[in-house]
């Protein structure tokens, strides 16, 4: 029974607009986290050059990852205290700077201007293509510059067919190592997105419960697997809502059906299904449960509602109470669970008119009379 949806609709837009906003703020903090442990990735595997550059005899390279070191250092340290645009550039003009350095001091058998790629994936997946496309360029110009002037002058520096092998197979696993780490920590971050989108997709903003939408999701399952035994629907409507609204406004409201939510689903075991069917009324599926289980369920709902205290709404100089009337139905047999739910809405409506605050499991009850003959 919804007489008053509470701004149902514009609640759904919030909620969306309101997901959009966590869901960039999840993806900009993801992305940051990412540059954090870039650093310390970063910092780590110059410790790992500074060995082999000494065994190498590049006392020139070994000496430049002291400075590569202290340099992603301080740039963990900025990415800490969220000074993010002076991080990105000090990790930037490290990376291109040790990259270029020993491209001109060791050449391209060395290879370390593979470095160079891990530009690409950290422009694209951090800013929009268009901004990306500059820097990208600049990056590949200067690798171009890089190679001319190795093909004109040569390497700075004489090094070993052995040493220039180890350079290059050591800067190849470490390249392949970091783009591999990238690429799985994005796909984590994407799977754990979709999930949550399909959790805010699947309940209601307002109350946090499940939404329509998921709860026909639910039926449909429940409907098609039919071996776990007895079910039982619960019909919940707040009582007067219409009357709570107009005096409290949608505010006062929004409150009344939070609170209620938050007591329905206290009242219910993990294995139950709640949802907010619409404005003022939830829909409560109970698992192995016969009727009269299920009534008992009802009617402990039932007291803890009218048991609430809203001290923030105060009618009169007292705190405002609610009512709620519930109605109860059992499937039968191989009944459609939708069928179910008719039922129990129609136990509701009977309760509805035999006086409101209380439950109506059966056909026969005073108020379904009433609603009869009325």
Known sequence: MSTAHNAFPSQSATGAER??????????????????????????????????????????LALFSVG???????????????????????????TVTHAGFGFLLAGPESGSHYYLLLFFPALFLGSSPRRAMLP???????????????????????????????????????????????????????????RQLRAWAGSDPLTGLAN?????????????????????????????????????????????LRRVAEVIQGCVRDTDHVARWGGEEFLIILSATPLHQAAETAERIRRAVERIAFDELSCEGAPLRVTLTLGVAERAGQEALQATIRKADEYLYAGKHGGRNRVCRHADDPGRRALRQG
Request: charged share 20%.
């Open 19 to 60: 997901g959009a906003l966590r869901g960039a703020l999840r993806g900009a903090r993801a992305y940051w986290e990412m540059q954090k442990r870039c650093a310390i990735i970063a910092g780590s595997v110059n410790v790992l050059m500074l060995v082999v550059f000494h065994i190498a005899g590049l006392d020139a």
């Open 68 to 94: 590569s070191i202290a340099a992603y250092a301080l740039a963990w340290l900025c990415l800490q205290r969220r000074h993010n645009r002076l991080a990105i550039g000090l990790m930037c003009a490290e």
């Open 136 to 194: 990208a360029a600049a990056v590949l110009a200067a690798y171009v510059a890089l190679d001319a002037w190795v093909y004109a002058f040569g390497p700075m520096a004489l090094i070993s067919p052995f040493d220039q092998a180890l350079m290059r197979h050591f800067n190849s696993a470490i390249i392949i190592g970091m783009l591999s780490y990238l690429a799985i920590y994005y796909r984590k971050r994407v799977v754990s997105s979709e």
């Open 212 to 256: 329509r939408r998921h709860m026909d999701a639910t039926i449909r399952a429940l409907d098609a697997d039919r071996r776990g035994g007895e079910l039982a629907v619960l019909m919940a409507d707040i009582d007067h809502f219409k009357s709570i609204n107009d005096r409290f406004g949608h505010e006062g409201g929004d409150m009344v």
